[in-house]
């Protein structure tokens, strides 16, 4: 056998990744996280193949990683289900091994919310710390758009996040935190220590349609990290925007800066949190907004082809349960669409299981009349009926399962068997729609993902109602704390933007302030 000194470092890699709006009625369900387990995480993740240079690096373990499509608070029963078995996989894996596993990378995103649970990332890492111990290195990747708490902080080792939204850094932060992992391996293994965590809550609270780094000021801010974690003796800096669609107290933007020089590390943090609440009145939507009817009042007027419209209030990528009618009731009422010879305009999406069936068993070409949506939201609208011809019928997508075309009037109505979000060219062209070529698409989404901003001639961001409303003043908060920029704008003093510094995971974390 290997000595000590020899062996690879063993590192298992688990997490639960889902952001779940507490305004929404839908129930996120353990098959939607479409768990992979042992091998077959490996195979997800390139960098970690054999022959790379982290995949040569370390022994992997895989237990179970499980990401969901954002949607409504996750069910008990599921999460202790999916949360048994990673404790269980990771129980084996140590069992096997004839000394303690030396990491665990922690895929994670950051706003999950289970029911009767909060700081459920929090909760799920301190059961794999009672398998796994005190001392094994842990290393979290997170989703910008996640929230850090105190306990969070407190359990994992190391801890770091997007950079970018619209997330185009997704690969790269994944490969980021399973590095830092090995770095802080190697160097406990020389005889150092593990490295310092600085934590600091900033009372703010933004849509990531305000703070999208397209734009400024976030642009300048995220531009910042990189220059922070350059700095000798930072091992990683990271900022959270946080998730503005739960009703929950460690909801908020966060900096952590982890790293050997205590006030290098201090002052990263401090500086990033200053920068943050200093610009904090910029933040700005990456679009004009407007009603749904002056959204789309100002796309007929405009000459820019094709003008996409943000039906944002039921984003399912954002937590919506992506089945509210409102907006595709507007739509419809409007008679500049009610002629096929009308402005050609495609709406992604509706779900409706029942009418699906019906067009499926109809065909392409059929004219059928069928009734879809509000089977789960009907807080906003009602189930909308809709007369038209199946333009096309598609099979086997793995989100939406099947999708089926309705073209009514001049208007190309996506419905779908289960909800699904519309972010690429081909989501369209392969139901037989021609996007580049429509006059009007309108998706349910927030910001536009890169392939459809790049394709809009020009866009508005809608300001619709749903469970990830927009408008947060419209959805009641109840829970998060207060003060809390722009839900309060008036301060009796400055925010503490000191850096906290949180004890290691085997050391007593302090009773205060846990969230």
Same mark, same amino acid.
């Given at each position: 056998?290997?000595?000590?000194?020899?062996?690879?470092?063993?590192?298992?890699?688990?997490?639960?990744?889902?952001?779940?709006?507490?305004?929404?009625?839908?129930?996120?369900?353990?098959?939607?996280?479409?768990?992979?387990?042992?091998?077959?995480? &490996?195979?997800?993740?390139?960098?970690?193949?054999?022959?790379?240079?982290?995949?040569?690096?370390?022994?992997?373990?895989?237990?179970? &990683?499980?990401?969901?499509?954002?949607?409504?608070?996750?069910?008990?029963?599921?999460?202790?289900?999916?949360?048994?078995?990673?404790?269980?996989?990771?129980? $084996?894996?140590?069992?096997?091994?004839?000394?303690?596993?030396?990491?665990?990378?922690?895929?994670?995103?950051?706003?999950?919310?289970?029911?009767?649970?909060?700081?459920?990332?929090?909760?799920?890492?301190?059961? &794999?710390?009672? !398998?796994?111990?005190?001392?094994?290195?842990?290393?979290?990747?997170?989703?910008?758009?996640?929230?850090?708490?105190?306990?969070?902080?407190?359990?994992?080792?190391?801890?770091?996040?997007?950079? %970018?939204?619209?997330?185009?850094?997704?690969?790269?932060?994944?490969?980021?935190?399973?590095?830092?992992l090995l770095r802080t391996l190697e +160097?406990?293994?020389?005889?150092?220590?593990?490295?310092?965590?600085?934590?600091?809550?900033?009372?703010?609270?933004?849509?990531?349609?305000?703070?999208? %780094?397209?734009?400024?000021?976030?642009?300048?801010? @995220?531009?910042?990290?990189?220059?922070?974690?350059?700095?000798?003796?930072?091992?990683?800096?990271?900022?959270?925007?946080?998730?503005?669609?739960?009703?929950?107290?460690?909801?908020?933007?966060? !900096?952590?800066?982890?790293?050997?020089?205590?006030?290098? !590390?201090?002052?990263?943090?401090?500086? /990033?949190?200053?920068?943050?609440?200093?610009?904090?009145?910029?933040?700005?939507?990456?679009?004009? %907004?407007?009603?749904?009817?002056?959204?789309?009042?100002?796309?007929?007027?405009?000459?820019?082809?094709? @003008?996409?419209?943000?039906?944002?209030?039921?984003?399912?990528?954002?937590?919506?349960?992506?089945?509210?009618?409102w907006g595709v009731a507007q739509l /419809?009422?409007?008679?500049?669409?009610?002629?096929?010879?009308?402005?050609?305009?495609?709406?992604?999406?509706?779900? $409706?299981? #029942?009418?699906?069936?019906?067009?499926?068993?109809?065909?392409?070409?059929a004219t059928i009349t069928v009734t879809?949506?509000?089977? &789960?939201?009907?807080?906003?609208?009602?189930?909308?009926?809709?007369?038209?011809?199946?333009?096309?019928?598609?099979?086997?997508?793995?989100?939406?399962?099947?999708?089926?075309?309705?073209?009514?009037?001049?208007?190309?109505?996506? /419905?779908?068997?289960?909800?699904?979000?519309?972010? #690429?060219?081909?989501?369209?062209?392969?139901?037989?729609?021609?996007?580049?070529?429509?006059?009007?698409?309108?998706?349910?989404?927030?910001?536009?993902?890169?392939?459809?901003?790049?394709?809009?001639?020009?866009?508005?961001?809608?300001?619709?109602?749903?469970?990830?409303?927009?408008?947060?003043?419209?959805?009641?908060?109840?829970?998060?704390?207060?003060?809390?920029?722009?839900?309060?704008?008036?301060?009796?003093?400055?925010?503490?933007?000191?850096?906290?510094? +949180?004890?290691?995971?085997?050391?007593?974390? $302090?009773?205060?302030? !846990?969230?």
């Amino acid at each position: 056998m290997a000595s000590e000194k020899q062996r690879l470092p063993v590192v298992a890699f688990a997490g639960l990744s889902c952001e779940n709006s507490t305004f929404t009625p839908s129930r996120t369900r353990a098959a939607a996280f479409h768990p992979k387990r042992g091998q077959e995480i &490996i195979q997800h993740h390139q960098f970690l193949h054999p022959n790379t240079k982290l995949g040569d690096e370390a022994d992997w373990k895989g237990t179970l &990683i499980g990401h969901a499509l954002p949607g409504g608070i996750v069910e008990r029963g599921s999460f202790e289900e999916l949360a048994a078995e990673i404790t269980q996989r990771l129980s $084996g894996i140590c069992e096997a091994l004839q000394h303690p596993l030396d990491g665990l990378w922690f895929d994670i995103h950051g706003a999950m919310y289970v029911e009767g649970l909060e700081d459920v990332e929090a909760e799920l890492l301190r059961r &794999i710390r009672a !398998v796994i111990g005190p001392t094994t290195v842990v290393s979290a990747s997170m989703d910008l758009h996640g929230n850090v708490s105190r306990e969070l902080a407190h359990q994992a080792d190391l801890i770091t996040c997007y950079r %970018t939204a619209p997330h185009v850094d997704v690969w790269e932060t994944k490969e980021r935190a399973c590095r830092n992992l090995l770095r802080t391996l190697e +160097i406990r293994k020389a005889g150092g220590s593990l490295p310092l965590k600085a934590w600091i809550p900033i009372p703010i609270l933004l849509p990531g349609e305000q703070t999208s %780094t397209r734009d400024e000021p976030a642009i300048r801010i @995220y531009a910042a990290v990189p220059e922070v974690e350059k700095r000798d003796g930072v091992l990683d800096a990271a900022i959270w925007v946080g998730y503005a669609w739960a009703d929950e107290p460690r909801n908020r933007a966060a !900096v952590v800066v982890t790293g050997w020089d205590k006030n290098a !590390v201090a002052d990263g943090a401090q500086e /990033l949190a200053a920068t943050f609440w200093d610009v904090r009145g910029e933040f700005e939507f990456v679009a004009p %907004t407007g009603t749904f009817a002056e959204c789309l009042d100002l796309a007929l007027a405009a000459k820019a082809r094709p @003008y996409f419209i943000s039906d944002s209030g039921d984003n399912p990528t954002a937590g919506g349960s992506g089945d509210v009618t409102w907006g595709v009731a507007q739509l /419809l009422a409007r008679p500049e669409f009610r002629q096929a010879t009308g402005p050609t305009v495609i709406y992604a999406s509706i779900p $409706g299981p #029942k009418a699906v069936t019906i067009a499926e068993k109809a065909g392409v070409g059929a004219t059928i009349t069928v009734t879809a949506g509000a089977e &789960i939201d009907d807080l906003h609208a009602d189930p909308i009926t809709l007369t038209g011809q199946v333009h096309s019928i598609k099979l086997g997508d793995p989100h939406a399962q099947t999708e089926v075309v309705l073209k009514t009037g001049s208007v190309f109505v996506i /419905l779908t068997k289960l909800r699904k979000p519309y972010h #690429k060219e081909h989501d369209f062209t392969e139901l037989n729609l021609r996007p580049r070529a429509a006059d009007i698409v309108i998706v349910k989404i927030g910001y536009l993902e890169p392939e459809l901003y790049d394709m809009a001639a020009d866009w508005m961001l809608a300001l619709t109602p749903g469970g990830v409303d927009q408008d947060l003043g419209r959805l009641g908060h109840r829970r998060i704390q207060r003060p809390m920029w722009p839900f309060d704008t008036q301060f009796e003093a400055q925010p503490n933007l000191e850096a906290q510094f +949180i004890p290691f995971s085997n050391e007593q974390l $302090g009773a205060e302030g !846990v969230a």
